[in-house]
């Protein structure tokens, strides 16, 4: 019997040792060697030497590109996501049908999920911004002044959040799956009751997908947070013009690879650890408000 | 009857013609490539290219110092799959482990692998390449694709996932038949979970062949450039303007990724629908 148990434990870490190495290798150790780093200077040439808060205090009291930095990138996550959860869940309802056409629809929407990460778009981005591309063309058409996205930070910023609320057809599919698994039923009853259609979305649609919603926002928070490719390739590196594109990844890698402040950089890196965790933490147990469960007792 | 005809109509006209408006960038980025450099901003707002020409294929095909945009392609070709093949053996084996065997601390094991999956890759970054800078592996391939070798969080959730839904009994009825625990995997599972990683070998493709920051830090030399650099590189020589090249090779660079949508397109959106996996 003993030995049975062994073997079996045996067979479980024999199956799963590639997780643990994998996982002591990769991410425990550079965790605390990075939190080590943090309270250190250290430029890679010569050992890290020991400086206390220094490099926290540095942060946030002597570092006006670091507080600008983590202040475009609030903008950019609490801007962005919401309006990208809400395009997706528009547009899956609006896909919710019957009709014929609907794949191609998905499809249609989906696609600039599937290639938004790349550098590709990323300059295709950069060029229809441009001065004389087609977005202020565009604008000129309805009447709108040209706007010198490249000539202004906020405009800047609110191009890189465009193009991060322009990718919401994989939340899309999310939402819509979602949409399907609501029984029929529901909203035949309602309708004999005689519910309105925004009655109907607040008293069902929304309650039956507030688990996926808070799925939702949770992944894409932190993704946001992450940002790094648009942001370095619409900028050519820079962060620029004025910083208005100096998302906080970007700043951390120019930190640590541009300028070798890697003690400075890793202090940032744990900050984004800690407002990453707050931030869960937040979506997280707010949702017992929000959230409806289908059965007493959560999944 | 007439009414509900009107209504559908203005449906697609609005559902339909809202998709046009967001794919329109894509259509204009890939028309433009067939313009003459000179004439992309000239006629933007025309997407006919007119006269149709391919020499910006040519030029951007030529990539810039003495490698070819060739060379960048089957760089990152060897890159994805490298990291295709570590994914799909130590995810499978370690999602096995974690559907399917009993054993102390698995518990553990499985929540901090979750933990894993919303860790952001900054707070790793640095101590990883000082790492790998150590090992003597920066410049190369190295410090991108070992990784993968040990296991994926979101690929790992997402096997199983997948494996929870097989009925044990395959497994109890392979044991009787005198098969160790290995066995199982390789045969009863392994075969069975065929479509998720399909998912999971796609949606490995697509952040390999993207990934950017990697390439970045750890590739130095341009005769080991991956696509992404390719491109970073044609818009910091911007100043030459040759706009048109560097359109044309980002149509190519986007080629493999609709390709490979549209063979697999049922395994991308189930994978996504499902698990929740961003795209």
Excluded at chain 1, 239 to 264: C, I, V
Excluded at chain 2, 51 to 67: R, S
Aim: hydrophobic share 55%.
């Amino acid at each position: 019997m003993l030995q049975s148990h062994m073997k079996q434990n045996l067979w479980g870490y024999l199956f799963i040792g590639p997780f643990i190495i994998g996982f002591l290798a990769f991410t425990i150790i550079p965790i605390i060697s990075s939190l080590y780093f943090s309270f250190t200077s250290y430029d890679l040439f010569s050992p890290p030497r020991w400086i206390g808060l220094d490099n926290f205090t540095q942060m946030f009291t002597e570092d006006p590109r670091y507080l600008h930095s983590l202040k475009i990138t609030f903008i950019y996550v609490f801007a962005g996501v919401p309006l990208r959860l809400a395009f997706a869940l528009i547009v899956a309802m609006l896909l919710n049908t019957a009709s014929r056409a609907v794949g191609l629809y998905r499809t249609m929407y989906y696609l600039p999920s599937l290639i938004g990460g790349s550098v590709a778009v990323a300059i295709m981005w950069r060029q229809i911004f441009g001065d004389d591309g087609i977005v202020n063309l565009a604008l000129g058409f309805i009447g709108i002044d040209a706007v010198r996205w490249f000539g202004d930070p906020t405009a800047a910023l609110w191009m890189l959040i465009f193009l991060s609320v322009w990718q919401f057809g994989s939340s899309m599919l999310i939402f819509l799956a979602g949409l399907k698994s609501i029984p029929q039923s529901y909203y035949e009853a309602a309708s004999v009751d005689g519910a309105s259609f925004f009655q109907k979305f607040f008293n069902i649609t929304l309650p039956m997908l507030s688990p996926v919603i808070l799925f939702n926002a949770i992944m894409q928070t932190i993704g946001a947070f992450m940002t790094f490719v648009p942001a370095f390739i619409i900028s050519k590196g820079t962060g620029g013009p004025l910083d208005g594109t100096l998302l906080y990844s970007l700043y951390l890698f120019k930190q640590g690879f541009e300028f070798f402040h890697m003690g400075y950089a890793s202090a940032m890196a744990w900050i984004m650890l800690i407002i990453i965790a707050i931030l869960t933490s937040i979506i997280f147990f707010t949702s017992r408000f929000w959230v409806h469960y289908e059965s007493e007792g959560g999944r | 009857m007439k009414s509900k005809h009107i209504k559908k109509l203005i449906y697609h006209v609005l559902v339909g013609g809202f998709a046009i408006l967001l794919l329109y960038p894509v259509i204009w980025l890939i028309m433009s490539s067939f313009k003459p450099s000179s004439d992309i901003f000239v006629t933007a707002e025309s997407l006919i290219p007119n006269p149709f020409v391919l020499e910006n294929y040519a030029i951007g095909w030529e990539g810039f110092g003495d490698y070819g945009f060739g060379t960048f392609i089957k760089n990152t070709a060897v890159f994805v799959a490298f990291v295709l093949v570590g994914h799909l053996i130590s995810c499978s084996l370690i999602a096995f482990g974690f559907a399917r065997l009993k054993f102390v601390g698995r518990n553990f094991w499985f929540a901090i692998m979750i933990m894993t999956l919303m860790l952001p890759y900054e707070v790793v970054m640095i101590p990883q390449y000082i790492i790998f800078a150590e090992l003597g592996w920066l410049n190369s391939l190295k410090p991108l694709a070992v990784p993968a070798y040990f296991g994926h969080p979101f690929f790992i959730f997402l096997l199983v996932q997948f494996i929870r839904t097989i009925p044990r009994e395959l497994d109890e009825a392979a044991t009787i038949d005198g098969c160790n625990t290995f066995q199982i995997y390789y045969r009863v599972i392994l075969p069975l979970i065929v479509p998720a990683l399909a998912t999971t070998a796609i949606f490995t493709f697509y952040w390999t062949w993207d990934n950017l920051l990697g390439p970045v830090l750890y590739l130095n030399s341009p005769e080991k450039y991956t696509v992404s650099m390719a491109l970073n590189m044609f818009l910091s020589n911007e100043t030459v303007s040759n706009w048109g090249a560097m359109f044309a090779m980002s149509t190519v660079s986007l080629i493999p990724v609709f390709v490979i949508f549209f063979i697999f397109q049922r395994y991308v959106v189930e994978g996504i629908s499902t698990s929740g996996l961003k795209g």
